[in-house]
């Protein structure tokens, strides 16, 4: 006889290299074992690194290792056209998930075993960019200012939009859920939503907006027919990147002076990634909350000692 079991799936979007704190999130859903990821890239250029990445570790489809989940895909997904945006969630995520399935049952049948299916039950959202970031928020062009709220904000309600058919595809709602976990959407924020931080520029009020758009995303989805889906954002706390080291003016001492004043001191991108999957993947009581991981730096005030 034929048992259906659901696995869960991740949409992890804005890996860029190595360092991408995307990538440490995919690395913490991989790690349970019960979860496989599709990534998302901006371009060919980084699907090709990226690529090249993953085939070096014990994640790609090829594996032969079974503890670990893997990666289904690596596809493009340029936030800033539309075109490319609904080709990926209507086209390659669609094609992905259901060649994954098809897969599956042609081997399970094969094999007289199980039956699995997979659900999209999670997308993180990892990716920001403002044009001009050096530049002080007064000479911002308007320009800039658009794109920097297009790509880093107003992304994240495309990506839920196209997201809800596949999220809401399985039977995730709380109450339903036999693993306790519920569909959701995560994104990736920065303290200099919330403060004027220096360097930190056109960006600020792109977090702002994007923190305020998960709390108005979370009322939406939460109240979404049987099926709700959670949506939180993760503010980390400042981790050497390609978009942080490369586009922040006086990066270097954002981390010296986190490294002196928090109570923990600089974070990595596998600490933020442990919350992220936490929020994304267990928090099932959770919705349109900032959380940070940050050593505790947003906590102190005062001259440090
Ligand atoms: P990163 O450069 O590795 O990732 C940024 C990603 O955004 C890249 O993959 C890039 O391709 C993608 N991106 C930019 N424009 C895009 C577009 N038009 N379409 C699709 N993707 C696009 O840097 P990161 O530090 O890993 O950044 C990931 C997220 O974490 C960002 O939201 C960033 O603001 C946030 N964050 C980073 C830090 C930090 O210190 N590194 C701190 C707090 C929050």
């Not at 901006?42 to 070096?56: G, P, S």
Request: proline fraction near 3%.
């Amino acid at each position: 006889m034929t048992t259906a079991i659901t696995k869960k799936v991740a949409l992890i979007m804005g890996v860029a290299n190595q360092r991408s704190i995307a990538l440490s999130c995919m690395e913490s859903f991989l790690q349970k074992g019960d979860w496989d990821v599709i990534l998302t890239v901006q371009n060919e250029k980084a699907r090709v690194k990226v690529q090249k990445i993953i085939e070096q570790t014990k994640y790609n489809k090829n594996s032969s290792s079974n503890r670990n989940g893997k990666i289904l895909g690596v596809d493009i997904c340029d936030v800033s056209d539309q075109m490319s945006t609904e080709k990926f969630f209507r086209e390659s995520l669609q094609d992905t998930l259901h060649n994954y399935n098809d897969d599956d049952d042609n081997n399970n049948n094969n094999n007289n075993s199980s039956n699995e299916h997979r659900n999209l039950q999670a997308v993180i959202h990892s990716l920001a960019f403002a044009p001009e970031l050096k530049n002080p928020l007064i000479e911002t062009t308007r320009e800039a200012y658009l794109e920097a709220h297009e790509i880093s904000a107003y992304s994240l309600i495309q990506v839920a939009r196209e997201s809800i058919p596949y999220l809401q595809h399985g039977n995730n709602g709380i109450e339903n859920s036999s693993s306790s976990t519920s569909s959701s959407l995560t994104t990736l924020s920065y303290l200099g939503a919330g403060r004027a931080i220096p360097g930190y520029n056109v960006m600020g009020p792109a977090k702002a907006s994007l923190e305020s758009i998960v709390r108005g995303l979370a009322l939406e989805l939460g109240q979404h027919s049987d099926h709700p889906i959670r949506v939180n954002a993760v503010r980390a706390g400042p981790i050497p990147t390609v978009s942080s080291k490369g586009g922040i003016t006086g990066f270097e001492r954002m981390r010296q002076d986190v490294q002196i004043r928090a109570p923990l001191g600089n974070v990595t991108s596998s600490q933020v990634a442990a919350t992220v999957y936490h929020v994304a993947a267990e928090a099932c009581g959770m919705t349109g909350q900032t959380i940070e991981v940050d050593g505790g730096y947003s906590i102190v005030a005062g001259p440090s000692s």
